[in-house]
T-cell receptor, first 117, second 111 residues
Framework: KAGVTQTPRYLIKTRGQQVTLSCSPI?????VSWYQQTPGQGLQFLFE???????NKGNFPGRFSGRQFSNSRSEMNVSTLELGDSALYLC????????????????FGPGTRLTVL | KQEVTQIPAALSVPEGENLVLNCSFT??????LQWFRQDPGKGLTSLLL?????REQTSGRLNASLDKSSGRSTLYIAASQPGDSATYLC??????????FGAGTILRVKS
């Protein structure tokens, strides 16, 4: 069974630009979450999508947005990039059969390394 | 606001030693607790998941315990090997699949 895939793996952008990252979950998984990892702040939750609906959102500005498609693939978009947005962006998927997870492991992709110059 | 703390921040041990990593959290209203490992520049690999109603889980040389009432979890690694060298992350799951992570313990196992 294929794991979580993320594209692209590496990205270099300049301040003010926007970027779109893609995540394909494990087949059959309906929940996709996004995290930002930086040396200073560690791993922080961005948002979670379940069946195309955003169920939960972390404490990030509105420049960070996402969406989920009917096949559970997800994209996140960052507009008006700032230097501080440089980070490893990780996507995770889980089965979540009942809509509320207590037993489902989250499986992480390899991440997209975003560098903002 | 949930806060997760991991102690120690870094650990260096000789091969073969048994070791314990600690994790504490401030709010006991969690769905589960998960332990992950992360190799440099890579994504996270799930090691163990303990549901909020469980006390421990075991996988091979790994054993994780959970005391929800006191807000503590430990990860026990038996007979450590150089391949165990990585960053170990503890995370508690809140509503909506939200994981709140600790800062991690950097483990180095010397051969």
């Amino acid at each position: 069974k294929a794991g979580v895939t993320q594209t692209p793996r590496y990205l270099i952008k300049t301040r003010g630009q926007q970027v779109t990252l893609s995540c394909s979950p494990i087949s059959g998984h309906r929940s996709v979450s996004w995290y930002q990892q930086t040396p200073g702040q560690g791993l922080q939750f961005l948002f979670e999508y379940f069946s195309e609906t955003q169920r939960n959102k972390g404490n990030f500005p509105g420049r960070f947005s996402g969406r989920q498609f009917s096949n559970s693939r997800s994209e996140m978009n960052v507009s008006t990039l700032e230097l501080g947005d440089s980070a490893l962006y990780l996507c995770a998927s889980s089965l979540v059969t009942s809509g509320v997870s207590s037993t489902d492991t989250q499986y992480f992709g390899p991440g997209t390394r975003l560098t903002v110059l | 606001k949930q806060e997760v703390t991991q102690i120690p921040a870094a650990l260096s041990v000789p091969e073969g030693e048994n070791l314990v990593l600690n994790c504490s959290f401030t709010d006991s209203a969690i769905y589960n607790l998960q332990w992950f490992r992360q190799d440099p520049g890579k994504g996270l690999t799930s090691l163990l998941l303990i549901q909020s109603s469980q006390r421990e889980q075991t996988s091979g040389r790994l054993n994780a315990s959970l005391d929800k009432s006191s807000g503590r979890s430990t990860l026990y690694i038996a007979a450590s090997q150089p391949g165990d060298s990585a960053t170990y992350l503890c995370a508690v799951e809140e509503y909506g699949n939200k994981l709140v992570f600790g800062a991690g313990t950097i483990l180095r196992v010397k051969s």
